[in-house]
């Protein structure tokens, strides 16, 4: 029915696949590490700069609730 899929018999022909497969899978999580770690900077070095006037607007959102 489908020819297109291939299961070899040998089933060391899967090794380089598997290794393929854990070597961008690693990659993946590596670069979403460094992403969150980056972002969390940015985070803090936005909130250093603008302090004051996120204090300015949530002080007015209190006075106006």
């Given at each position: 029915?489908?020819?297109?899929?291939?299961?070899?018999?040998d089933k060391s022909e899967?090794?380089?696949a598997v290794i393929t497969l854990a070597?961008?899978?690693i990659l993946a999580v590596m670069a979403l590490y460094f992403m969150i770690k980056k972002s969390r900077k940015d985070e803090q070095d936005f909130n250093q700069q603008y302090n004051q006037q996120l204090d300015q607007v949530n002080?007015?959102?209190k006075s106006n609730h």
């Open positions: 029915m489908m020819p297109f899929l291939y299961f070899p018999e899967y090794i380089p070597i961008f899978m002080d007015t959102n």
